[in-house]
């Protein structure tokens, strides 16, 4: 069974740091897409960055350029976000997501970053 489980969610203040983890298991990830995507209260669920682990090929969403970086320690199966700079409109519940050519088949339960002004 597939577990996608995130951590290092909190409360920081504007211009801080976070660094979230996601923990994979239940298969070998080392082919798929791991993602990290983001739900703000009364918004939609957004893509925030995206890495494909066979050829270490990132994408990020425009808002977070240059202040975000995913990454993916293949022996440990995990995927870390780590967020610089962070502004209030951060503020929002981060998922990791997994799958085959980002098509997001496994999904976690998801961690809370608030961003204080």
């Known amino acids: 069974q597939v577990q996608l489980v995130e951590s290092g969610g909190g409360l920081v203040q504007a211009g801080g740091s976070l660094r979230l983890s996601c923990a994979a298991s239940?298969?070998?990830?080392?082919?798929?897409?791991m993602g990290w995507f983001r739900q703000a209260p009364g918004k939609e669920r957004e893509f925030v960055a995206r890495?494909?682990?066979?050829?270490?090929?990132?994408v990020y969403v425009d808002p977070v350029k240059g202040r975000f970086t995913i990454s993916g320690d293949n022996a440990k199966n995990t995927v870390y976000l780590q967020m610089n700079s962070l502004k209030p409109e951060d503020t929002a519940v981060y998922y990791c997501a997994a799958g085959p050519k980002a098509t997001w088949n496994y999904w976690g339960q998801g961690t809370q970053v608030t961003v204080s002004s």
């Open positions: 890495i494909i682990w066979s050829g270490n090929i990132t």
């Open positions: 239940g298969r070998t990830f080392s082919s798929y897409h």
